[in-house]
Nanobody
Framework: QVYVVQSGGGLVQAGGSLRLSCAAS????????MGWYRQAPGKERELVAT???????NYADSLKGRFTISRDNAKNTVYLQMNSLKPEDTGVYYC?????????WGQGTQVTVSS
């Protein structure tokens, strides 16, 4: 079994910053690919950023330069640093972990950016 637990998020004013964390535990051997997605009210879930087991990163084009994904391999934890936040960044942010071709999701965390 794999467990994915998220932390961070909350309410921030436009222009502010937040950092999300996502820790994976359980039956994990070695590095795993991890990612962040988000879902705004009334919209579908969309890619934010991913990081492979080899530390290659991929970002949604609209978020490049403002969001940074990183990881702590010793802790099987991935982070999402979000800077210069905008009201349109509001939504529920989800972390996922790919373990042996199975995708495990975190519980989601609310990010609200006020104007």
């Amino acid at each position: 079994q794999v467990y994915v637990v998220q932390s961070g998020g909350g309410l921030v004013q436009a222009g502010g910053s937040l950092r999300l964390s996502c820790a994976a535990s359980g039956s994990i051997l070695g590095r795993v690919a991890m990612g962040w997605y988000r879902q705004a009210p009334g919209k579908e879930r969309e890619l934010v950023a991913t990081i492979t087991s080899g530390d290659n990163t991929n970002y949604a084009d609209s978020l490049k330069g403002r969001f940074t994904i990183s990881r702590d391999n010793a802790k099987n934890t991935v982070y999402l640093q979000m800077n210069s936040l905008k009201p349109e960044d509001t939504g529920v942010y989800y972390c996922n972990v790919l373990v042996r071709n199975n995708l495990y999701w975190g519980q989601g965390t609310q990010v609200t950016v006020s104007s």
